[in-house]
């Protein structure tokens, strides 16, 4: 029994969902990730994925409507990958506003996993919350997130509405709520330093304040980001119960619900 066309650029759509996905999804978008694996995952995947999905001939008008079609599925598959890579950026925002107020801020590393420059709190928290999703096997969630997602979001049934800027107003929201409340133990003791270093130009106005407050601030900070470590499972359940509620919903407005 042979495979017909219809068969073949069903399952092309599938592919073109899940590698849109894989390319912007969390741990595999990363630049350190071969070409090769993403491209064999999302072959894999796809395979999977067509096996359990109820065979339907795609309706389209030429060339033109197949393309916008292909469109559709990619930009489905890309923005469930972005909403679900929300942790990366998050954390990217806290590291970077915490070094700011400590005085790490000239100290950078490269970061192997998005082959950039990145602060030191904000590559500690990256690695720390990587670590909890893959003890806590959220990247299987992930994964299952985007196969499932072809029982409500139907192969070429895929819905772009201007709409969709009302769930990136929610992402930006969230991602500077959810930045702020890891960010705010730091800025409440940078606060308290400050005020102290404040009298103490009052009280002796001859001592070098800025050399005693960048030293007293860092060793401040260091204390308070040892104290943070315990709140690195909160953090970690902050940002992974958003990362849901952004794929449930992404997922459902381009469902069409």
Known sequence: MGISIGEIEFFLMILVRISAFVYTAPFLSTKNVPFR??????????????????????????????ALMVMKEAVAGAAMGFFANIAQYILA???????????????????????????????????????VMMVTELHLFIVRAIIESFQLIPVGGAVIDVNIYKI??????????????????????????D???????????????????????????????????????????LIFDEMFQLLRDSISFLGGG
């Not at 500077?176 to 705010?184: A, E, K, M, P």
């Not at 001859?206 to 260091?222: E, H, P, R, S, Y």
């Open 37 to 66: 694996v993403k491209t064999g995952l999302a072959v894999c995947i796809a395979i999977m994925v067509q096996s359990i999905t109820p065979y339907e001939p795609l309706i389209y008008t030429g060339v033109i409507g197949y």
């Open 93 to 131: 925002f806290v590291g970077q506003r915490m070094d700011i107020d400590i005085g790490f801020s000239m100290v950078s590393g490269f970061n192997a996993i998005s082959q950039s420059e990145v602060t030191v709190t904000g590559s500690f928290y990256s690695y720390a919350v990587i670590l």
């Open 168 to 193: 990136m107003l929610v992402f930006i929201t969230d991602y500077f709520i959810l930045g702020f409340r890891i960010v705010l133990p730091v800025y409440a003791a940078v606060l308290l330093v």
């Open 195 to 237: 005020t102290i270093l404040a009298i103490l130009a009052k009280v002796a106005p001859q001592m070098n304040m800025f050399a005693v407050g960048i030293q007293l601030k860092i060793a401040v900070g260091i204390v308070m980001l040892y104290l943070m470590v315990r709140l690195i499972p909160y953090v970690s359940e």
